[in-house]
Each structure stands twice: as C-alpha cells, then as structure tokens.
C-alpha cells in the first residue's frame, strides 16, 4: 500500500462531495431533531465553511438538554467514505462557554 502526504496548501476543493455531505447533514439533523432532549444540532468544520476533499470528514455538534436519555456514536462510517463524527454538547456547557 502506498502512502500520500497531502499537505493543506495543496488539497482540491470537491464541491460535489460537499453538497453531498451537507445533504447528509441535514438527513442526520432531520433524524436527530425528533428526539426529547436534543435542543440543536451545528454543522462545523470543513463541510460548514470548505474546502472539503476526499479525506473531509462531517463534524456535527449536537446540543443535548437534561432530558435526552438517547445515546449518540461518536463517529459513524456512512457509504460513499463519509465519517461522521458527533459530538455531544450539555446546555449547561454551553451556558458556561458563554458566560
């Protein structure tokens, strides 16, 4: 197996693989806002701002309160190469960064 080094300075935006990672964001939001508890779901990373490529990956933050009894995975291996990676933010966390 042979292995590549890409540097940051030289990846090749895929406009494509963007539009399909944020449509698959929004399914996951879409499936996620129907649970007790879950008070918003953010879209960060490469996916929310670009450039993405072939090695982007979703980072999804999902806002919890205290009557989310549900449990999230980490990270999920969808088709087409996509990594999915939640993470679970408290209000209450939330409130504190604020402050």
Not at 23 to 35: F, H, P, S, T, V
Not at 59 to 83: M, Q, Y
């Amino acid at each position: 197996m042979t292995v590549r080094l890409i540097l940051a300075s030289q990846e090749i935006h895929d406009p494509h693989r963007q539009q399909v990672m944020k449509k698959r964001a929004r399914r996951i939001a879409d499936g996620l806002r129907k649970q007790k508890g879950i008070l918003g779901v953010l879209l960060s990373g490469s996916v929310a701002r670009g450039p993405v490529s072939e090695p982007s990956d979703l980072d999804i933050h999902v806002i919890i309160s205290d009557k989310f009894t549900g449990a999230l995975p980490e990270w999920t291996f969808h088709r087409n190469g996509i990594i999915e990676n939640l993470h679970t933010v408290h209000e209450d966390e939330l409130l504190r960064g604020w402050r």
